[in-house]
């Protein structure tokens, strides 16, 4: 089975810096990716992670520790575009995907 | 422009009513998806399919219903079974020869029934 979560708001001030953890538990685990969605659009896909470490994506960057079954996404310099809901998603060995509830974060002026 | 389309945007319907869910994609991919979304919930998988004339039900596939005799196209059928069809829906495609196989997500269909 898998169970995955995440916080369900964060609010911030532009400008600002924002981490969103998520924690997994999951058999088979094949990948962790970050999606980014606005409010009734599509998902879109931000970050993948499948080794350890840290990868950086512009102001973006996300994180995985597969033995903690722990992920951060990091969202830097905040803008106000940036209010929007972020997915934790995991990837099974069956290449199918888990998704956590979602993080909804606001950015204030 | 390659990408995934659902139509239409917003639908209503009426209570025991089948109703059909539209997806097309141009992006060459072999695998589409089909998700709902509730508010306070992460994305449900209703059904997927790796490959034409193939597809294996999701986490809830009671009461929906799929077809796949085109690569382009994985159209959902909501039918009168579903008990709480009233949701956001979801299509996806991915490819399996580029990693990380992102999934690409339509822009969603906001389905009613009253």
């Known amino acids: 089975g898998q169970n995955i979560d995440q916080p369900t708001e964060m609010t911030a001030t532009e400008g600002a810096i924002v981490q969103i953890n998520c924690t997994y538990q999951?058999?088979?685990?094949?990948?962790l990716f970050w999606y980014q969605q606005h409010a009734g659009e599509a998902p879109t896909f931000l970050s993948y992670?499948?080794?350890?470490g840290l990868e950086e994506k512009g102001r973006f960057s996300s994180f995985l520790s597969r033995s903690k079954g722990y992920s951060y996404l990091l969202l830097k310099e905040l803008q106000m575009k940036d209010s929007a809901s972020y997915l934790c998603?995991?990837?099974?060995?069956?290449?199918?995907?888990?998704f956590g509830a979602g993080t909804t974060v606001t950015v204030r002026a | 422009d390659g990408g995934i389309t659902q139509s239409p945007k917003y639908l209503f319907r009426k209570e025991g009513q089948n109703v059909t869910l539209s997806c097309e994609q141009n992006?060459?991919?072999?695998?589409m998806y089909w998700y709902r979304q509730d508010p306070g919930q992460g994305l449900r998988l209703i059904y997927y399919?790796?490959?034409?004339?193939?597809?294996q039900k999701g986490d809830i596939a009671e009461g929906y219903s799929v077809s796949r005799e085109k690569k382009e196209s994985f159209p959902l059928t909501v039918t009168s079974a579903q008990k709480n069809p009233t949701a956001f829906y979801l299509c996806?495609?991915?490819?399996?020869?580029?990693?990380?196989?992102?999934?690409?997500f339509g822009p969603g269909t906001r389905l009613t029934v009253t």
């Open positions: 992006l060459n991919h072999d695998a």
């Open positions: 992670n499948v080794l350890d």
């Open positions: 996806a495609s991915s490819t399996d020869w580029t990693e990380p196989y992102e999934q690409y």
């Open positions: 999951t058999s088979g685990f094949n990948g």
């Open positions: 998603a995991v990837r099974h060995n069956d290449y199918k995907l888990s």
């Open positions: 399919s790796q490959i034409v004339n193939d597809f």
